[in-house]
Every structure is written in C-alpha cells, then in structure tokens.
C-alpha cells in the first residue's frame, strides 16, 4: 500500500553532489525514484536519531544531578518485590 498524497507534506533537501549522484545511479539501476530513497532513508534513521537525542537529554539530566541512577542488582531486587 503507498502512501496517499494528501497524507504527505513537501520539503527541500540539498544534498552534495556526490551523494545525490549516487543517489541518481540507485534510483536508474532500480527503477525507483529518489524520492522513493530519501523517504526511506528518512524512515529508516528517525527512529535512531530520536532514540539519540533522548538519551542525550537523560545523560544531561544524570549529569546535573536531576536523574537518579540505580545499579542493576538493586534494579532487578525492586523487580522482585
């Protein structure tokens, strides 16, 4: 099932020249097209970049003091209560 026009919105990426030409050659050797490519990408990496900057807010928050941070046998003894 594709996607629906109306359920898509439109935006620009500028990309380096090699990039897009490789882009270009995976997309002709396919039959694709590049907006099929960077959709992909797009939805394949966002899930990892989101996961990466919530981490990086945890690990700033366990820095200043603001998270607590508990070892793992004391985890799993909680666990078991």
């Known amino acids: 099932m594709g996607i629906r026009t109306e359920d898509t919105r439109q935006t620009a990426v500028r990309l380096p020249k090699?990039?897009?030409?490789?882009?270009?050659?995976?997309?002709?050797?396919?039959?694709?097209?590049?907006?099929?490519?960077?959709?992909e990408a797009i939805e394949e990496h966002l899930e990892d970049l989101e996961d990466i900057y919530l981490a990086e807010q945890t690990l700033e928050r366990v820095r200043s003091g603001e998270e607590e941070v508990i070892g793992s046998e004391e985890f799993w003894r909680d666990m078991e209560d």
């Open 18 to 39: 090699e990039t897009y030409a490789r882009l270009k050659v995976l997309a002709e050797k396919t039959g694709r097209t590049t907006t099929y490519y960077i959709r």
